[in-house]
């Protein structure tokens, strides 16, 4: 496999604890957002702790495609967008950004406000389920908007200034709660959104937007109200910071015994994963620049884990966490309900040597959307085993850190295809890999 030319695998030589300190900056799942909440400003915003991956280059480059000018800012990690120009840009090559990621869809709104109409790509995203954005289009329509199906996208026009409505979700779903904000914040009356997804990304834009000059309130139950106003400002904001790629790393601490401080973590926004991995056994310290994770000695604990959304469990920390639990004593019981395929990455363990057994029936506590639908969404962990050295594909950006955390864990050597994936959500993943003294090299490369 090969990527940009030079070969796509790395070279794993597992059994060493990583142990040191590395650093998590803005969170993958708000900085493209918060890029895009500033196509609908007047004048420039300033975007601060914005990692270098990939999702933030493509977005980056859709909104130069349409006229924003990005540049770097003062301090490092720190973009300024000027949106000055959006409506005399002329869009070409859109096509190219298809299938790059999942935030294009959110232009919808942005675009429609400013220009009357968009075009949205096909979009990419990691292959766990079948993502459907029939919720997006929807809210969409609600709000005045017409959509016509293309060949080779969405192409979507708003005759009118679109209206605030009042919306009910069927699922609490992250990218069209976004969709739903980024949309109402300019639109002509209330908006009253209800079954809202309510993720600390989803709070933080929600500041962002306020910082702009939006209306906008979330009550406890999920309802958000928003009132439109006629025009909105640049904001300077800094990304809260990745709590799901805090939580990879700590998986990883666990997983390989080992020790990590990883600075920049918050409490806060991981009360959920700290509390499910003070039962599997895992240790942590908590001070205010970061949390410190690592394995006391010992046998690790068993659990039954259902993911959900905020404040549940989060979908993204599962896949790093069934590494950890490979390594606890007894059977523990996994029940994803988030996304219908997101344990096919257990096969590639299995072949390591875990034990997981993979069933269509809600396991665990409640009765998701996947029960009695042919989906083999609950898993059984049957552990500890010892994790041998294996060829490994790479099929997701979480799947694929699960991934290095199982070579890094296992005896023996892997080889990891696919690497240039995990760029697209974790930051200088291979600096930080050394930094924590991991053997790993790239076949016909020196690191370091
Ligand atoms: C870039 C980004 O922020 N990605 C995150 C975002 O993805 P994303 O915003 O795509 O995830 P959603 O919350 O929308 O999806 C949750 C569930 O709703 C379903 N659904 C969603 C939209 C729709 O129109 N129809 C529909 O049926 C999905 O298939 C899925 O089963 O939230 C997910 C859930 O926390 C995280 O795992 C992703 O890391
Ligand atoms: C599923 C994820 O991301 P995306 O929605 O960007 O595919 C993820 O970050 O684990």
């Known amino acids: 496999m090969t990527v940009n030319g030079s070969d796509d695998v790395l070279l794993v030589h597992g059994g060493t604890p990583l142990s040191g300190e590395i650093r998590v900056r803005g969170a993958k799942n708000l900085v493209p957002k918060a890029m895009v909440a500033a196509l609908l400003g007047s004048g420039p915003s300033r975007l601060r702790n914005v990692p270098d991956i990939r999702d933030v280059r493509v977005v980056r480059g859709?909104?130069?495609?349409?006229?924003?000018?990005?540049?770097?800012?003062?301090?490092?990690?720190?973009?300024?967008?000027?949106?000055?120009?959006?409506?005399?840009?002329?869009?070409?090559?859109i096509d190219a950004h298809a299938g790059s990621s999942r935030i294009p869809i959110l232009f919808c709104g942005p675009l429609l406000h400013r220009l009357g109409h968009a075009f949205i790509p096909g979009l990419g995203?990691?292959?766990?389920?079948?993502?459907?954005?029939?919720?997006?289009?929807?809210?969409?329509?609600?709000?005045?908007?017409?959509?016509?199906?293309?060949?080779?996208g969405q192409y979507l026009e708003a005759p009118r200034r679109l209206r605030g409505t009042k919306i009910q979700l069927p699922y609490p779903s992250v990218g069209a709660t976004e969709q739903v904000l980024l949309t109402a914040v300019l639109a002509e009356g209330v908006t009253e959104l209800s079954n809202a997804a309510i993720e600390p990304e989803i709070e933080d834009l929600i500041c962002v937007l306020q910082k702009m000059g939006a209306i906008i309130a979330m009550d406890t139950d999920r309802t958000i109200r928003i009132t439109g106003v006629d025009s909105l400002g640049g904001y300077n904001h800094k990304a809260l910071p990745d709590r799901l790629e805090a939580a990879?790393?700590?998986?990883?601490?666990?997983?390989?015994?080992?020790?990590?401080?990883?600075?920049?973590?918050?409490?806060?926004?991981?009360m959920t994963f700290l509390n499910t991995y003070r039962k599997v056994g895992g240790a942590f310290e908590i001070d205010d620049e970061g949390i410190r994770f690592w394995h006391?000695?010992?046998?690790?604990?068993?659990?039954?884990?259902?993911?959900?959304?905020?404040?549940?469990?989060?979908?993204?920390?599962?896949?790093p966490l069934v590494v950890a639990l490979t390594q606890a004593t007894g059977l523990s019981i996994v029940h994803e309900t988030v996304y219908e395929s997101r344990l096919g990455f257990t096969s590639a363990l299995n072949q390591m040597g875990a034990h997981i057994q993979l069933y269509r029936e809600c396991l665990g506590g409640s009765h998701c959307r996947f029960g009695q639908r042919n989906f083999l969404h609950s898993a059984v962990v049957s552990g500890p085993t010892r994790l041998q050295g294996a060829d490994l594909v790479i099929p997701d950006l979480r799947g694929g850190f699960s991934y290095l955390i199982a070579a890094l864990a296992a005896?023996?050597?892997?080889?990891?295809?696919?690497?240039?994936?995990?760029?697209?959500?974790?930051?200088?993943?291979m600096e930080k890999l050394m930094e924590l003294g991991a053997k790993v090299e790239l076949p016909g490369k020196a690191l370091g």
């Not at 029939?134 to 329509?141: I, N, Q, S, T």
């Not at 006391?296 to 896949?319: M, R, Y």
């Not at 005896?411 to 993943?429: A, D, K, M, P």
Request: aromatic share 8%; charged share 25%; glycine share 12%.
């Open 248 to 270: 990879s790393w700590a998986s990883a601490a666990l997983a390989t015994e080992g020790d990590i401080y990883v600075r920049g973590a918050q409490q806060r926004s991981m």
């Open 125 to 152: 995203g990691c292959d766990i389920g079948g993502r459907p954005i029939d919720f997006h289009f929807e809210v969409l329509r609600q709000f005045g908007a017409k959509i016509e199906k293309r060949e080779d």
């Open 296 to 319: 006391p000695g010992g046998q690790l604990k068993s659990i039954a884990l259902e993911t959900d959304v905020h404040p549940g469990f989060q979908t993204d920390w599962q896949q």
């Open 411 to 429: 005896q023996g050597t892997s080889r990891v295809h696919g690497i240039e994936l995990i760029n697209r959500g974790y930051e200088n993943f």
């Open 62 to 93: 859709l909104l130069q495609l349409h006229g924003v000018t990005v540049r770097p800012g003062d301090e490092p990690g720190e973009l300024v967008m000027d949106p000055t120009n959006v409506e005399s840009a002329n869009v070409a090559d």
